[in-house]
């Protein structure tokens, strides 16, 4: 796991950041979609692993436009809160 460090932060037991936040950027379309490597990046993890749970019925919701699978930040949002159902 890489962080973003900026200045002084404090460390827990595991000598890893308490309060540290990895900044990354995402291009968002102007209706809130993001392609599925954006979706991935945004939440920290591979756009496969975001493939497997499509495939598996699992994850944030997705839309497919094109041939393409969007992510809406807004149901990225709320599966980081977990209020979407798995």
Not at 59 to 78: C, I, M, N, T, W
């Amino acid at each position: 796991m890489r962080y973003t460090l900026r200045g002084k932060c404090k460390m827990n037991r595991k000598n890893h950041p308490i309060d540290a936040v990895e900044h990354v950027q995402v291009r968002i379309l102007p209706d809130g979609r993001m392609t599925r490597q954006d979706a991935a990046r945004y939440l920290g993890m591979k756009p496969k692993t975001l493939a497997m749970w499509q495939l598996d019925s699992k994850g944030p919701r997705s839309v497919r436009v094109g041939g393409r699978r969007f992510y809406f930040q807004a149901e990225l949002d709320a599966f980081i809160r977990g209020e979407t159902a798995e």
